[in-house]
């Protein structure tokens, strides 16, 4: 995403982004992890487990684990939004931030 977090997201109290989701060791449920370490489960801050039935298609848990895996890039471009509108209350929003927002959604809502 090209939304860039503000100094004031970037030293708040979450995992920066991204995040993806990864099957766990344990049956049913997922876990989600950075994604800042080249995608190495090893090396990726773990953020959360969700479960059970996270990869059953169509759960309340696998929403749950989209919604949460999104989170900072949600976060993200919220921001720029904001940030933009600071700049020119009266202006509009640019094309690119809300092409942004489209991709978060997307990734929050599994396409949907």
């Known amino acids: 995403m ?33 994604t800042h370490d080249a995608g190495i489960e090893e090396a990726a801050d773990f953020i959360c487990e969700i479960g059970p039935a ?10 749950n ?8 890039s949600l976060c993200a471009v919220l921001v720029e939004i904001v940030k933009q509108f600071d700049a020119d209350p009266d202006g509009r929003i640019g094309v690119a931030i809300v092409n942004d927002a489209r991709l978060a959604i997307t990734k929050a809502t599994g396409g949907e």
């Open 2 to 34: 090209k939304a860039k977090m503000s100094n004031e997201v970037k030293a708040g109290k979450h995992t920066s982004g991204p995040w993806r989701i990864m099957n766990s060791h344990k049956a049913g449920f997922v876990n989600i992890y950075t």
């Open 54 to 63: 996270a990869r059953q298609p169509g759960t309340e848990a696998e929403a």
């Open 65 to 72: 684990a989209r919604i949460i895996a999104a989170s900072p």
